[in-house]
């Protein structure tokens, strides 16, 4: 039985000027599962995934949804297809209500007036369905705290029916309390079929929450695995750096097998804030 990717990526190319940004990476993430995308810093993770969202048109490659071909026209055209975007700096407009953010332009209209009985009761059951029921629609966002706002996004990908949620360094100021919630709902969100691609420098919570990991470097793909049974030291925050190439890296079984030329591995412990 041949199983479609959700997403499939395929030597996605990008330059901005003389700077090679992406240089053809591939990429695939299966329906109902959690996808790790790690790399350090200028690794391409970011203009990857604004390829992914129709805020930068690909120089080369090809990209399928569900087996069919992609290429957003810009991020309005990608969110309508499916594809939502949570990044580490939100999106929300702190003025406008919890409804209004949820149903941001696409909101049930008739004419050209808008629906708001129509938004209400759709806002209200992503609200419910991601387990943020103490929050009224009729809230001013900017009197949410930041896990709760953060919540309120992915009750917009809800809202939208999203076949590939993008998390971009989701934890990176929430308490242990918020990053576990966080994490129940995005295991609810894979088990509801919904691809997940989950950017961390945080190794530990990449083995907690991920099926699988890639790895990029300078805008390539060069590894990838399995993140099921690895070991990890619960008490830290491992942060990788790959420092020369790497030819691919396998994770599976309790067992990193790594076949490499020069791979620089700098360990660090840092407390949770």
Known sequence: MVHIPRLKMHGVKKRFGATRALAGVDLEVQPGEILAL???NGAGKSTLMKV???AHAPDEGQMWLDGQPYRPRNPLDARRRGIAMIYQELSLAPHLSVMENILLGIEPT????????EVRKRAKAALDEIGLDDVSPETQVRRLSLAQQ???EIARAVAI?????VLDEPTSSLARRDIERLFALIRRLRNRGIAVIYISH?????REISD???VLRDGLSVGGGTTAGTPADA???IRVTIETPLNWLIVGGGVIVLVLVGLGWVFSRYGRR
Do not use: H
């Not at 945080?202 to 990449?206: A, M, P, R, Y």
């Open 202 to 206: 945080f190794l530990e919570e990449v």
């Open 38 to 40: 790690v790399g350090e």
């Open 235 to 237: 008490s830290t925050d």
């Open 52 to 54: 992914l969202s129709g």
């Open 161 to 165: 029916e999203s076949r590939v949620l």
């Open 110 to 117: 008739a004419g050209p007036f808008v629906r708001w009985p």
């Open 150 to 152: 953060q919540m309120v």
């Open 212 to 214: 699988r990991f890639a």
